[in-house]
Structures are given as structure tokens and as C-alpha cells.
């Protein structure tokens, strides 16, 4: 049989017609809904993405909280005793007592206990509200002297770096010559002691007391220790005068990456900060105006001061040189990349020296980058 041209078109065009039938019947529907299905669980993952990157800023932005909380935790913590040992506590009234011209001529010591009500379960970590939940410890002093000097001695009290307070002040007037001034009498002191917050806070009283507690006469009507070996177990030498600090961590730790501030500053409000995993830029400048000493710093995100060109150093007196503390941390491992590159200008008529404490040898966290004015670095 003959099939002419027009007839095998037609044929060609049926079989195409079943065979789109066939397809759109029973391939298509299949298709598409696997089609569907994969769009569905595409935008699954999609969500699940935008979910985890919204968690990943979240925990970010915590984590960031978390570290400047930290540094004013630990700035308001430093303001007391991490704890209450009679040797520390001896060291620093003696240096008081020295520094005013009192004589101190005897100490006694009481240690206040926390009654725990009945039935109250005693936690490790306890919440502390007040003072009164705080460890204390009352000291009594008993002293001579003269009223300049024992005014003197309240306000070394005051500008202590540790907080004392005064419970009690009794005043005898032992005055025998016309024109003096003496007296004498006993004062009542609280020391209260807050724990360290954070691992390796604690600041431990470095130096060996065999020898000193017993072994000089405490009551000699001068001090309670000889004076050297105060300088040299308190630390308080002329070469630890500190105005700025820089702190240098790695990104794991409980602390941004970078601090940088005035080591005066308690409250950690001029404090500016980085959470960098990489290197930081910073930057300190020094200058005079008016006749004051003032400064300015920033990091790649934060600056201090907030407004204006620069605030006031604290402590600046006499002729002494302008000192910046820099502590770093060796690197953690190989992927511990963090550190600062710093910028110092001086341009006051002072020398800055600039103490670099703990840096990795082998490959340092701090580099300093350029530094113009009258610096040393130790």
C-alpha cells in the first residue's frame, strides 16, 4: 500500500500529538511535582541559611556584648580586694600611713561572718546585691600624729586605688605645747574583698613575708613595715606609674581583642574596643593646649573622647614621663591571628615610654607601624 506525501504528514503529526498527550499525561505531572517538591525544600534551606545567619549576628552581637561587660565587670571589680589577706591588707595601710606622715602603732583584725539562714541552700557562686553580702574585714588602727597629717592620711584613704571605708574615727587632743596640733586616737576601717570574675583576674600579692611579718618591730611608732620592703612587695615603684593601657588577646578570650584607655579610668568608660580575629589599627596621640597635657585614641570602630579634640590626662604632675603599659598574650596556635597595629604621636614636651609586656617572640601581636615625637620603647 502507498502512502502519499499529504498522508505521511498526517501520520507524523498524530504521532506527535500522542506522544505530547503521553507526555503531558503521564511524564509532566510527576515532573512537576518533583519540581515542586525541590523548590519546597530549597526555600527549607534557604530559611534554615537566613535563620543561622540571623543567629550567627545574634550570638556576634552577644558574644560582643558579653566582652565589654566583662571589661567594666572587671574595672569595677578591681576597685576592691579580690581577697581578704591580713599581709595585703598590712603592705597597704603601711604605704597609707607613709605616704601622710602618720604613725601607725597598732593593728587588730576581725573578719566579719555571713550568717546563712535556715533552709537556704548554699550555692557556689551566691548573688551579691549590696556591701552587706560582700566578704568583710573591720581593721582597727591605732595612731599619732599631727592634724595636717591625719587629714592627709583621709585622703589617701580617698584617692586609694582599693576602696576603704571609714566606720569610725575617735580624735584625742594630746597637745602639751601651745601652737601644736597633735593627736592621737584609733580609726575603724572596712575592706570588703570581691571574687574575680573571670579566670586568671585574680591579682595575688607577689613577694615572700618570712622575715617582714615579725621580723621588723611593727610597732616602732613609724610604720608597720619598713618602707623598702613595702616598695618592693607592693610593687609601687616610680617605674609602674602608668597612664595608658593597651591590652592585646586572642580572639578566644573572655575579653575584646583590643583595649585601649586610661589606666586611670575605673569606671572603663574611656575604654575603646575590638573584636577583631585578624589585626587591628589603633591609634594614640598625644599634645598640649593651653597648658594641659591631653590625648586622644581610637580603634577602626571606636574613639575616645566621644567629642571634642582631647581630655585631660589624669595624674600628669611634676616631671615625670608619660608612661603606656602595652600587655600581649603568646599566640594560642596557628589560626590565633589577632593583633594591633599602633600609631603614637607625641607631640607634648614629655617622653613617652612604652613598656611591651608578654608578646609572642616568634611572632609578635604588636608592631608599631609609626610613631612621631619623643617615645622610647622598652
Known sequence: MKISEREKILLAFVAIVMIAFLFFMFLLPPALDNLKALREKNNGILNEIAIVQENMAQEKALKDEYKALNIKALAFSNQFYSELAQERIILDLNKLLLDSGLSGHNLSFREEEKIVKKGAAQKKTAKRHSLADLPKMIVSVSYSGTFNEFLTFLNKLGEFDRKILVERVDIINTTQKSGANNLAGNLTLEFYAVPALLNGATEFLSGDFTGVIGGNDPFSGVSLVD???????????????????????????????????????????????????????????????????????????????????????????????????????????????????????????????????????EKPRVKLVEQSGYIEVR
Open 227 to 361: 618602707a623598702n620592703v613595702a616598695d618592693i612587695l607592693m610593687g609601687r615603684t616610680k617605674s609602674d606609674l602608668c597612664d595608658f593601657v593597651l591590652t592585646v588577646k586572642p580572639i578566644t578570650a573572655d575579653l575584646p581583642t583590643v583595649v585601649l584607655g586610661l589606666d586611670a579610668d575605673v569606671s572603663a568608660e574611656s575604654f575603646v574596643c575590638a573584636d577583631n580575629p585578624e589585626v587591628e589599627n589603633a591609634e594614640l596621640r598625644l599634645f598640649m593646649k593651653d597648658g594641659q597635657y591631653l590625648c586622644a585614641y581610637k580603634t577602626e570602630q571606636q574613639s575616645y573622647p566621644y567629642h571634642g579634640e582631647g581630655v585631660e590626662i589624669p595624674f600628669v604632675g611634676g616631671e615625670r614621663e608619660l608612661v603606656m603599659k602595652i600587655f600581649s598574650n603568646p599566640r594560642t596556635g596557628a589560626t590565633d591571628l589577632s593583633g594591633v597595629n599602633l600609631r603614637l604621636y607625641n607631640e607634648t614636651d614629655r617622653r613617652l615610654v612604652v613598656n611591651l609586656i608578654n608578646d609572642d617572640p
